[in-house]
């Protein structure tokens, strides 16, 4: 009789699937969740570059004088994208990473030339007015 006092009712008692789904939004609404998401990441990048750092690898990098004009362009986009969607974080670490001064960042009118789009073509006057207009990010609201 004793024994049976000490255990849980059936009904109060949680599957393993329930139990897993339940823990999951708990982490997930105290920020848990994110944390250990970016602890993973960090070990995981660490775990990766010890190779490098301890010497065992050799890097490669690309030619800068031969394709410093296509690293600008390239890095131009990016930087223009995360410009455009308000990503205003990734845009400050990505500055000084790529090592491109926001004042030296190509318009899309200079890429479209580079590209050898015709500034008096139907392309280009069909696309500039595109890229003139910024991507505002999408706010999350709660349903009431």
């Known amino acids: ?5 000490n255990m849980l009712p059936v009904a109060d008692v949680l599957s393993q699937d329930e139990l897993r789904k339940k823990l999951y939004q708990t982490f997930k609404d105290r920020g848990i969740l994110d944390t250990l998401k970016i602890q993973l990441r960090n070990q995981l990048i660490h ?12 890097t490669r990098s690309i030619s800068v004088q031969g394709s410093s004009l296509l690293i600008s362009a390239s ?14 974080y990734s845009l400050s ?4 990473e790529s090592g491109l001064a926001k004042e030296k960042v190509f318009t899309m009118q200079d890429l479209l030339q580079l590209i050898k789009i015709n500034p008096t073509s139907i ?3 069909s696309l500039v007015p595109y890229f003139l207009k910024t991507i505002k990010p999408k706010t999350i609201t709660a349903d009431p």
Do not use: T, W
């Open 1 to 5: 009789i004793m024994a049976q006092s």
């Open 47 to 58: 775990e990766l570059m010890q190779p490098v750092l301890s010497g065992e690898l050799q």
């Open 75 to 88: 890095n131009s986009l990016v930087a223009d994208h995360l410009q455009r969607c308000g990503y205003e």
């Open 93 to 96: 670490v990505f500055f000084p």
């Open 123 to 125: 392309l280009y006057k």
